[in-house]
């Protein structure tokens, strides 16, 4: 038992010393750890939000509207440009059917330069010289436009970028503390936010693109299409968001006077007169100056206000509306107001984000979970410790000291790794209780086993710490890759478990072997006992 | 000197393989059935793997959650297949609410849903708080079921091929059919007993295989220094000696660990219950799994003293053991 020389006792001491020492934080207070001086290092175990209470939320993103979405943009955009760039170009039976625009060029002289203008309509994606939308002439006249793969992907890819940062702005804005807003593959987003317990308004805020659009009217369509919700070439009808405002659609044109891409301010408020509830809004100068043309040439005339595809509300201009500043009102609440303004001043979300996975934990719910853990996490301990005691005396007393230091050291290294602490990772501190006394139990066997077969005490300690090793080693093992796999395919509340776990096998280990051998090296040294009662 | 508790006298001599055939046969009905009424009842999955909401409330301002009033209102609001049943408490319920077909593909209406009665249960029962929501879409809950699914799989495979290396291959057979067998008939119990199946309850089972391995390694390390020991010995004494040696060590760790976990059970939170129940049950059917599964296969599989000595080729070309290897 020499292999245990003093350097090495204080070497093992001083780190466990340091273990301990760096696991304190965790268990304190937040108001407790105000006192600790700064220059200390104290790193402390963040909460799950099962602990803490909080929501989580997974976003994802609709692909399908939004590759729609983008094949509507350029074959309007195609239209354009084929009246605006140089000169006119017929074109006919323009389609967007099967992911792609396809259309005929009248004049075949003009089909050159019909092909120009589309592919100035395209970008260059990435590095290789690809492009997002090819552009082909098939059957002589016909032009087919049709997205690329990586023109689809690149193009996810950056509103997935833009979303998550119109949600951060947006989250902000609530005024919540430390959320958490992480990109995962490539259409998803979650939102954790602890100590929030209504994830009601949360949900809205997020689940709202905030489109918003002022169109003037088409009132020169049939009020009987408007009522059928169909519309003209060149318009579209779009529906009531208060369906107690009329039947029917209301037809606007497909030209977007303003959007709220210009917007450089809005705010809840109040209309003067009447004292509904109102969303202010500013306009930057670009904004501001088409607003107030667009007003002055159609003085008496309707125009629609759109959020979201949706009409809010289709007022007739009475006069010019310059300034840059707009009121717009609907059926909303002062919450509602504030809602809207808040995703109005953070931009609209390029890309439809649903809510598909929501986790809500009341603050006192959480509260019980860290009560009735410890107390069980406490009970639990006591427990083995006294059986252990009443079974092995004093190596019982050498396993116990190892099981308290264990789990010291499983909480200053989920500190130390910034691991999130869960309702199944105390859970994970329980069992570890249990299933740490092992070694000890396999070590204490054997050495009774190897005094029976009439070993002196050195030697069967010696002998039960080898012949132990063995099992421990590899059932640690085993156990370490079922908690790894749990970690790698878990999600939330599993991996908090797995991490408890796994940091629980390789610190139990180094207590429950090498320091309980330490201890038994020391006492042996200097107490030279004669016979051993384990 | 302080006299010692020994739970297990110190020379115990069970022939424990003298009930093996009835033991298997035992196992193997056990386990059809466990895998029968798990396809023919099913078990009841959470949330977690079958998607739709699950909220929970605790009426602070009541003596027993008013259960019938509840289902009423929730009618009311058109909201169909909700089930209610007490959680913990006589003041606490949970509501669970199924994905409803043609719905379940629009995450934003599944959300709506349980926003509508979140907001009914705050307005119409004063006190009520909620304590939890959780809404998991059809796609999600998919998605969880196939990594559980997977995790599950991988571990019991890696497991094994691991003991394979560390021992041999009729070892790396047996801690196999000890795992399925533990897994089996964990899964039986669940569909047995209807309890929530959720993501905790995985995670369970991946302990109950980490764990149930524990006591079979520790016997297969034993019967393997045995066989080094006494190469004369027959292999169904040597398993039963080898069991014996280690017999104090399986009741001491699968108390420690039962210890743990009934206290887990009488007073941990509620919502871990299922989880901790589950792994209680695992301590015991992988301890029975090790000496009644494990070890009797190793005989089936023609375990014997050679099986640790490799062969060599001897100058007239025949494979034989290698001489005076081991002890």
Known sequence: ?534 | MMRLLKLVPDSTNIQFLKWRNIAIILSIILTVASIALTATRGLNFGVDFAGGQMIQVTFTQDEAAPIAELREDIDALGVEGASIQRFGDPNQVSIRMRVTEGAGDDPALASAVSTRVTQMIESEHEGARIDAVDSVSGKVSGELFQAGALALGLAMVAISLYIWLRFEWQFGIGALFALFHDVALTFGFFALTQLEFNLNIVAALLTIIGYSLNDTIVVYDRIRENLRKYRKMEIVPLLDLSINETLARTVMTSLTMAIALAVLIIVGPDVLFGFTVAMLLGVFIGTYSSVYMASPILIWLNVGPDTFVPEETNPSGQKVHKEGYGR
């Open chain 1, 1 to 534: 038992m020499n292999d245990f020389p003093p350097w090495k006792v204080w070497m093992l001491t001083a780190l466990l010393v340091i273990g301990v020492l760096l696991s304190i934080p965790s268990l304190l207070t937040e108001e407790q750890r105000a006192y600790i001086p700064d220059f200390l290092p104290q790193p402390s175990i963040n909460l799950g939000l099962d602990l803490s209470g909080g929501v989580h939320i997974l976003l994802e993103a609709q692909t399908d509207e939004f590759q729609e979405q983008r094949i509507q943009t350029l074959s309007d955009r195609i239209e354009d440009a084929m009246e605006d760039d140089g000169p006119t170009i017929e074109i006919g039976s323009l389609s967007r059917s099967t992911g792609a625009v396809r259309f005929t060029v009248r004049d075949e002289a003009q089909l050159d330069d019909a092909m120009e203008r589309v592919r100035a309509l395209t970008q260059p994606v990435g590095f290789t010289g690809q492009r997002d939308f090819s552009v082909e002439n098939e059957d002589s006249l016909q032009i087919v436009v049709t997205p690329t793969e990586t023109g689809n992907t690149e193009a996810v890819n950056i509103a997935v970028n833009t979303a998550t940062e119109v949600v951060r702005t947006r989250i902000d804005e609530l005024g919540t503390r430390e959320p958490t807003i992480i990109r995962q593959g490539d259409e998803r987003i979650v939102v954790q936010v602890p100590g929030l317990d209504s994830p009601e308004s949360l949900m809205a805020l997020l689940g709202r693109t905030a489109s918003l659009e002022f169109r003037l009217v088409n009132y020169e369509a049939d009020p009987n299409m408007a009522l059928a919700c169909q519309a003209p070439i060149g318009s579209e009808a779009m529906p009531y968001a208060d369906q107690l405002d009329g039947t029917g659609c209301v037809i606007v044109q497909r030209r977007v006077m303003v959007s709220g891409d210009q917007l450089v301010n809005a705010q809840q408020g109040f209309d003067q007169r009447t004292g509904q509830v109102t969303v202010n809004l500013t306009f930057n100068g670009v904004g501001g100056r088409e607003f107030g043309r667009v007003t002055q040439e159609n003085v008496g005339r309707p125009f629609a206000i759109l959020l979201d595809g949706e009409v809010l509300s289709a007022p007739n201009i009475n006069e010019p509306i310059l300034g840059g500043n707009a009121q717009i009102s609907g059926s909303f609440s002062v919450q509602s107001a504030n809602e809207l303004a808040i995703a109005l001043r953070s931009g609209r979300l390029p890309i439809e984000l649903a809510v598909i996975e929501n986790r809500t934990v009341g603050p006192e719910l959480g509260g019980d979970s860290i009560r009735w853990g410890g107390i069980a996490g406490l009970v639990a301990t006591v427990a083995v410790m006294t059986f252990m005691f009443i079974t092995y005396g004093r190596f019982g007393i050498y396993a116990n000291i190892a099981l308290g230091l264990n789990l010291f050291l499983i909480l200053a290294i989920m500190a130390l790794l910034d691991a999130t602490l869960t309702l199944p990772g105390i859970a994970g501190f329980v069992l570890t209780v249990g299933a740490a006394v092992d070694a000890n139990v396999l070590i204490n066997e054997r050495i009774r086993e190897e005094q029976r077969r009439g070993r002196k005490v050195i030697d069967a300690v010696q002998t039960g710490y080898k012949e132990a090793s063995r099992a421990i080693f590899d059932a640690n093992i085993t156990n370490f890759i079922g908690g790894v796999l749990m970690f790698s395919f878990g999600s939330g509340p599993v991996r908090g478990f797995a991490v408890v776990l796994v940091i629980g096998i390789i610190t139990s280990v180094f207590t429950a072997v090498t320091i309980t051998r330490m201890m038994v090296a020391v006492w042996i040294k200097s107490k030279r006992p004669k016979e051993l009662n384990v």
